[in-house]
């Protein structure tokens, strides 16, 4: 397998979970103090990360939560954003514009703001209450917070289980994803490199990595034109540009929605040929109990895409570092 | 002008704010009783327009409100939907499936449900705590109800001055809006009938019309690819996609994020040629006073785009009422 260093794939899943007793540090002071909500903060794909965070407590807590979308907080405001709130953040430059002053308009209203960070020279770095300065993995980063808050808060009782498995089994079952993801993910680049437009379909906590996927990834990285649609959005409109030969990829996750998802699994077949379902389940996980897969899925379905985008990358010919405008120009 | 009954349109929305103190009976009885948090509940366009009612009363309220998709409610449900909760919803048919069972959900969980129906003929009439029958201006009956709540809340000083300028001049200067927007529609369905696909920018109370918009009306009913995308997302990955003859439209509004559709409108005729600019500020709204063109820039966009309708249908060959899917196979 080309550009798949496994030992560094596992270190990587492994030093972020060694995170958890300092992210567990901050939340528990935190909630020793008392806070009112949690507010996600990001733009374009962080922002999605912070739906996917949001959803995953949705389910499970009754805490107040959502994703902000900074350039949106700059604009309309928040006035749920201030004293109490605890805003958590990702960067992996930490000097996206939108984010940085949005921080500081956090930081006015009364805020606290926890940060993860890719590198620890950030204009970030200066502005929060706590940062915490590790490469990639942002939905575990999210994941562990928000599974901390909700463990303190008495609404997630097998938490620590859960994480003692993970530490056990995440990283190795994860790499052993993107090995059974390979021929499929070879299959697949062939069989789309050329699409005109594709549509992803997602639902639950993996929306948002669908709606940043398709962004992200296949606009900005490889410059083939998408549209992301919920699962359950799809049936309201969306669907009637559906017909024999448009590419749609439906991803199935494991958490609630997946029903939603599942919906349009059973539906596509009788409007489209040019399908693709990926579904998580379909994948071992060897070490982790059913009951915790629906907390992961979303990172199940970030394993296969790594190995689609390295095929994606070859079958296109395009380098997914080159951008035509995304700052390289003025805007 | 085709398909343009003048008398019908000022009488619809008359007949729309007549609604008011009806609604500012129901409100007033909440509001006395107390309340705890608004939920704007739908799914497709109600859900968009649910959207809309949200980022307006951020803008001006401390009130914790958002738009809640029915069936992500169904399957991850939201534990702050309870006792206390006033739910808002608005559906042309009465009988959405997802809608309904959230509704069902809603009450279960000691939810207060305020229902706008077309027709007084709907499976919700008798599931909901208040209904309301009143045809179409869905996005004038929530924003009623929102005001309403704000009012109450002291965080709308202008409201009855507002309401008054309404009444006398709003459904006047919409007609005329839709008047002055003919040639304009006319000369951009001419140009827009045969795109493969249209991207469609928008922001803050127009964002839910632009994402309703392409989906319900461009891929629903005129079978045109769409992709919409909110101003300040557009710069984080979309854009890449863009390049001189890609078919975009940036819809302009007045209200707090205007700053991030100008934003796009200033950089866009740096990579293409082919872009429409629809700012509602072209637009005169006689005997409305210039503080109060916010609240309703999303009107003004969307009988610019009746007219768009009209001219597309035409030009496009393609009856609007026609569906291939939509309630028409089982799904």
């Known amino acids: 397998m080309i550009k798949f260093n496994e ?40 922002w999605a ?22 350039a949106e907080y700059l604009t309309t405001g928040n006035k749920r954003i201030g004293e109490g709130t605890i805003v958590v953040l990702s960067s992996v430059t930490g000097n996206t514009k939108e984010v940085v002053d949005a921080v500081k308009k956090c930081k006015e209203a009364g805020a606290k703001v926890i940060a993860f960070l890719d590198y620890d020279k950030a204009a970030l770095l200066d502005l929060v209450d706590y940062s915490i300065v590790y490469p990639v993995n942002e939905q575990l980063k999210f994941f562990m917070v928000a599974d901390r808050f909700m463990f303190n808060n008495g609404e997630f009782a097998d938490y620590e289980d859960m994480y003692k498995e993970f530490e056990q089994h995440l990283a190795a079952a994860l790499v052993e994803v993107e090995k059974k993801a390979e021929p499929f993910a070879m ?13 992803f379909v997602g639902a639950g906590n993996q929306w948002g990595a ?59 077949p009788n409007i489209c040929e040019n399908y693709t379902i990926v579904d998580t389940k379909d994948y071992e996980l060897k070490g982790i109990s059913e009951k915790y897969r629906r907390h992961i899925s979303h990172l199940v379905l970030r394993c296969i895409n790594n190995r689609v985008d390295v095929h994606m990358e070859i079958e296109t010919r395009h380098p997914m570092d080159i951008r035509r405008y995304y700052r390289r120009l003025d805007y």
């Not at 794939?9 to 909630?31: Q, T």
């Open 210 to 268: 669908t709606y940043s996927y398709a962004m992200c990834t296949w606009e900005e990285q490889l410059w083939i034109k998408t549209k992301s649609i919920s699962a359950p959005e799809f049936f309201h409109g969306m669907f009637e540009i559906v017909t024999k030969h448009t590419p749609v990829t439906v991803y199935v996750g494991e958490d609630a929605q997946r029903p939603l998802s599942e919906r349009v699994v059973k539906f596509i």
């Open 49 to 70: 990360s912070g739906m996917q965070a949001t959803i995953h407590m949705k389910e499970m807590s009754a805490i107040e939560t959502w994703a902000e979308n900074a």
């Open 187 to 199: 299959e697949y680049a062939k069989k789309h490199c050329d699409d005109e437009i594709h549509y």
């Open 7 to 46: 030992q560094a794939k596992i270190d990587s899943v492994n030093g972020a979970l060694a995170l958890r007793p300092h992210i567990n540090e901050i939340i528990d002071e935190i909630c020793k103090a008392g806070y009112t909500n949690i507010c996600w903060l990001g733009i374009g794909g962080t």
